[in-house]
């Protein structure tokens, strides 16, 4: 059971109240933002909470056992705040969010509800929804190994061990045309590459956003979803090279076999339902 300090349950159980709500979100690169459902800004142990950005959350559940608890947290996008640009390149993925109740009146009284990690969050032109989930979602993950004939290492990860920085990995490419939507983009330079080379891989864009390239074929590099800031013509844009996860791309394109994190010899479904007959 948590315990809440004497002098705001004192405040609370006095009638009239001057409380809000205070949320607090730390990125793993260690930026601190803060917004509150108050009409003025407020200023709690040195973090800023932001009252123009309209900032609200629903309500909590929350039951006994294992069960991961259920809260959402909505607002308007701000440049000064959480712009579609940092929430498109992953910026708040995993960061530590804090639900603070807050005596405005005298901001010593206040009481941490719940803390947990910012889950998925979705986009509606200027405003977003993010999911907050607690400790508890940790335990439904799934944890160890998955036995599966396709790798389950990230292309370029400390598991996978590929250099994606290399020349023979990476290019440096300059769009020369851009559809309306901006997820089919026309390209100079990787005439150098064969068709496909930068499927399933990853485009770069200058605003930090990263998003998975569909298709690469020639000079055309389409994506599987549109560029949060309309790509221009003559913005650079950094890819790099696709994986299908399986163990002839490994070998064949990336001569990486020894660190190859699937079981390409385990049998299938074919040889499961086999059975003996009769020579």
Excluded at 78 to 87: G, I, P, R, T, Y
Excluded at 216 to 237: F, K
């Amino acid at each position: 059971m948590r315990k809440m300090d004497e002098a705001l349950a004192a405040h609370l159980a006095g009638g009239a109240t001057t409380l809000c709500w205070c949320w607090k979100l730390t990125r793993k690169d260690g930026v601190v933002i803060g917004f509150t459902d108050h009409d003025r800004d407020l200023t709690v142990d040195g973090a800023l909470f932001e009252a123009r950005s309209g900032f609200s959350g629903t309500e909590i559940e929350e039951a006994l056992g294992l069960s991961p608890d259920n809260l959402e947290a909505s607002g308007a996008l701000s440049a000064d705040a959480m712009s579609e640009a940092d929430l498109a390149a992953g910026r708040f993925d995993g960061a530590r969010a804090e639900i603070w109740l807050v005596n405005w009146s005298n901001i010593a009284q206040r009481h941490l509800l719940r803390a947990g990690t910012l889950g998925e969050v979705s986009r509606d032109g200027r405003a977003f929804t993010a999911e907050l989930r607690g400790l508890s979602h940790a335990l439904s993950l799934p944890q160890g190994r998955i036995f599966q004939h396709g790798c389950d290492a990230v292309p370029g990860d400390r598991r996978c061990g590929v250099d994606l920085t290399r020349s023979t990995f990476r290019a440096v490419a300059t769009i020369t045309v851009a559809d309306e939507g901006g997820r089919r983009l026309g390209v100079l330079g990787i005439s150098n590459y064969a068709d496909g080379w930068f499927t399933r891989g990853l485009a770069r864009f200058s605003s930090g956003e990263e998003l998975e390239i569909k298709s690469h074929s020639e000079a055309l590099i389409e994506l599987w979803r549109t560029p949060s800031v309309p790509p221009q013509t003559g913005d650079r844009l950094t890819l790099l090279a696709g994986c299908d996860r399986a163990f002839a791309t490994c070998r064949d394109k990336f001569a990486n076999t020894d660190n190859f994190r699937g079981f390409p010899h385990m049998p299938g479904n074919d040889y499961l339902a086999t059975y003996p007959v009769r020579g």
